[in-house]
């Protein structure tokens, strides 16, 4: 329970700082950038979008895919905190304990990230979606009935990958899950650098993670940031994709695994941070 208590001790502190407003804030960007242009496509086809599909669309949207991670980097570049009650615990409570707290924070700091843009996406788009689970026929049809928007913003957010390779309910939660595991993947980092008395290194490396994913394509796979994207799993049309998204869970997976060995290795022979 002490480790418990402990995570949600730094929880309760993020929750208190302005970091959260600011994320929160990012709504905004977020209403302007994808939501805006949902809803001009669900009035030029009058119908409703399906509940899932607004934040299917913020996970497939380039930029956010850039300016969120970088984000969380800044909000999480403090952690671990040393001083405050932070020092209390760790006098109270033994290494190990203490850097389990830390990992169980990370992870839960990483749900409450996801969890406010999906809540976000579903106040922001009310006004025009329905609890379908299903894509709907304004998005499917948006296209063909427009023709010149072939090609454009709304054909980016939904590729044709989408509606022949996946479900709604499937993208949705596969989007979730995999954000959670990456922005979890990215506060490892930072916690593992700190073992060894150089955070700034873990947040250089970082960044280079999210990076690499956008220049590398010809090595895209060797980092994260594609993986998050599902329809780059996905030829157009042919049904044999480029790369399963069960090996993207087995690849978040594993890195984790390997990050969280060495922090509870580090931890019981007594490295602090």
Known sequence: MGLIRMALAELSGL????????????????????????????????????????????????????????????????????????????????QRKWIAGQLLFSFLASV??????????????????????????????????????????????????????TTALGSFFYSVSIWILFYYLLSLVIITASFYCNKVAGIIIDCLLIIGGTIASNIQWVFPLPHVVLYMHYEEYAAIPKL???????????????????????????RKI
């Not at 030029?44 to 895919?65: D, Q, T």
């Not at 006004?127 to 998005?139: E, G, H, Q």
């Not at 948006?142 to 989408?162: D, H, R």
């Open 244 to 270: 399963l998204p069960g090996w993207s869970y087995l690849y978040f997976t594993v890195f984790i695994a390997i990050l969280v060995t060495i922090c509870i290795t580090m931890a019981k022979k007594g």
């Open 15 to 94: 929750m208190r700082s302005t970091k959260v407003i600011i994320l929160c804030l990012f709504l905004i960007f977020v209403n302007i950038q994808v939501i805006d242009p949902l809803r001009e496509v669900s009035q030029s086809m009058n119908g409703k979008l399906s509940v899932l599909e607004p934040f299917i669309a913020i996970s497939n949207s380039g930029i956010i895919l850039l300016i969120l991670p970088l984000f969380y980097i800044v909000m999480m570049a403090d952690y671990p905190r040393q001083g405050g009650v932070e020092y209390f615990f760790r006098i109270r409570s033994s």
């Open 112 to 165: 409450i990230v996801v969890a406010v843009v999906v809540l976000g996406s579903v106040i922001l788009s009310a006004d025009f979606i329905d609890l379908s689970p299903r894509y709907s026929d304004a998005l499917m049809r948006y296209t063909e009935v427009f023709p010149e928007k072939a090609g454009g913003y709304i054909s980016n957010l939904f590729p044709v990958q989408f509606y022949n390779q």
